[in-house]
């Protein structure tokens, strides 16, 4: 019985090791052109060892001729990621002009640190060939913008009846108003 | 002896299934049906496939199995792929079930399409996300979610990767337009209430004679406006004498005097 739960703890120790799961996501609304888009990753730790000298590397997805990067950079690196651990980036971009831009790998390299073993690790954010289309704004101003018809034809409909009585009740009160007397 | 006469019972009895069959007339389509439970049945996890689950949204999902209705579930798969040959990650699939019997499927997600190749050595993370409708608050689910792939020999498996029950909890963090209006009926209601009790206590205390004192005519005061009578007027009723009463009585007056 001994000898077999040793055998058994020997498996499960085998096992433990870093292991990295990469997440990408869009936290902007809608990918516009000329506007700042916001770009989310998630670097998941669910191994039961750190993982350390962690690279994060997604700059195909944004070329500096179509890009501009305003704060982060899709290029980074991590000491240390502990087991059970997430860390998050986030990078801010803004699409020079109206394009689609294809959806490229986002790779992670990272080594365990205890048995020193080099990983690499893909994701594929949406599948391998679709586009990512920038629009502009104007694009989508049926979506996301107000119109001010429906508030005019609001008022047309309202304005009428409140100012009309609001009017009849100061000339009233102007023409037929009684002093109280005590 | 034995024996024969056993094997013999089996096979008229199996020739007596099958004639049934026949004579019964009945055209079945169980044909492919069939093949294809014997091949879920039979698809399994392949042993070079290392797969992994991880909730990203809600943060808290990978401990508390809870979401929110309206609020989007993600998660990752990560594949790994510990053998020799490639492999094809197909397809996941995400579905609702009932909580005591998995079998009843309550809600099945798009698929989420991957066809992605993995090479030896290789690994991927894939990701997926869905929302909970609003029918399911307040009630447990069961959560399925498989990942469908094959091998470079073309030879498809199957992978559950969570099968658990979660909550699906209502979300009501922001502002509900039912429930706004709903407080302004009432408040309303209630200011209609008022009104009511105010006039039907009013008319209860008219009957009861409980009305509020009527006020007696004292006549005017002693103060008079003198602005509007011209002083004339005034002295001369001062000037005259005080004579009270009427022409007879003053003759009788002027007599005694």
Same mark, same amino acid.
């Given at each position: ?61 944004? %070329? ?30 803004? %699409? ?25 690790? *893909? ?41 009309? *009585? ?17 | ?33 069939? #093949? ?17 689950? =991880?909730?990203?949204? %809600? ?29 094809? #990650?197909?397809?996941? /699939? ?53 990942? =469908? ?28 337009? /039912? ?35 009527? #006020? ?42």
């Amino acid at each position: 019985m001994k000898f077999s739960l040793l055998i058994l703890a020997w498996f499960v120790s085998v096992d433990a090791s870093a292991r990295v799961l990469i997440g990408k996501n869009m936290l902007s609304t809608y990918p516009l052109a000329h506007k700042q888009n916001v770009f989310e990753y998630q670097i998941v730790n669910i191994g039961n060892t750190s993982a350390i000298n962690v690279e994060l590397h997604d700059r195909d997805s944004f %070329p500096t001729d179509r890009f501009e990067i305003l704060k982060g950079s899709p290029n980074t690196k991590f000491a240390e990621i502990p087991p059970q651990m997430t860390v998050y980036h986030h990078v801010v971009v803004v %699409p020079r002009n109206v394009q689609p831009i294809e959806d490229k790998n986002v790779t992670v390299d990272y080594t365990d640190s205890e048995t020193k073993q080099v990983s690499h690790v *893909s994701t594929l954010w949406y599948s391998k060939g679709r586009f990512t289309h920038y629009l502009h704004e104007d694009a989508l101003k049926a979506v996301i913008g107000t119109s001010s018809k429906p508030f005019l034809g609001f008022a047309a409909i309202a304005l009428p009846f409140t100012a009309l *009585s609001s009017l009849f009740y100061f000339r009233s009160k102007s023409r037929y108003s009684v002093t109280k007397q005590n | 002896m034995k024996l024969s006469a056993i094997l013999l019972l089996s096979v008229v009895g199996l020739c007596a299934v099958y004639a049934a069959d026949v004579v019964d007339g009945e055209v079945t389509d169980d044909g492919p049906k069939t #093949v294809q439970e014997e091949e879920s049945l039979d698809i399994g996890a392949s042993p070079d496939a290392g797969l992994a689950f =991880h909730f990203v949204q %809600p943060a808290d999902a990978n401990v508390v199995h809870e979401f929110y209705t309206g609020k989007p579930v993600k998660f990752l798969i990560g594949f790994q792929n510990k053998g020799e040959k490639d492999f094809v #990650v197909k397809y996941s /699939e995400t579905s609702f079930r009932f909580p005591t019997d998995y079998n009843y499927h309550l809600q099945n997600f798009t698929r989420g399409e991957y066809n992605r190749r993995v090479a030896p050595k290789e690994e991927v993370t894939l990701d997926y996300g869905f929302y909970a409708h609003e029918t399911f608050a307040g009630r447990p689910v069961g959560l399925v979610v498989n990942v =469908h792939y094959q091998d470079a020999d073309g030879n498809a498996f199957v992978n559950n990767v969570f099968n658990q029950t979660v909550n699906i909890l209502e979300d009501d963090s922001g502002f509900s337009g /039912e429930t706004g209006f709903l407080f302004i009926f009432f408040v309303a209601l209630s200011i209609g209430g008022l009104y009511l009790a105010n006039q039907f206590l009013s008319k209860l205390s008219r009957k009861s004679g409980l009305s509020k004192r009527r #006020v007696v005519e004292q006549g005017t005061s002693s103060e008079v406006d003198f602005e509007w009578i011209p002083r004339d007027a005034v002295k001369n009723k001062e000037k005259r004498s005080p004579v009270a009463g009427s022409p007879k009585a003053r003759k009788t007056a002027k007599k005694t005097d």
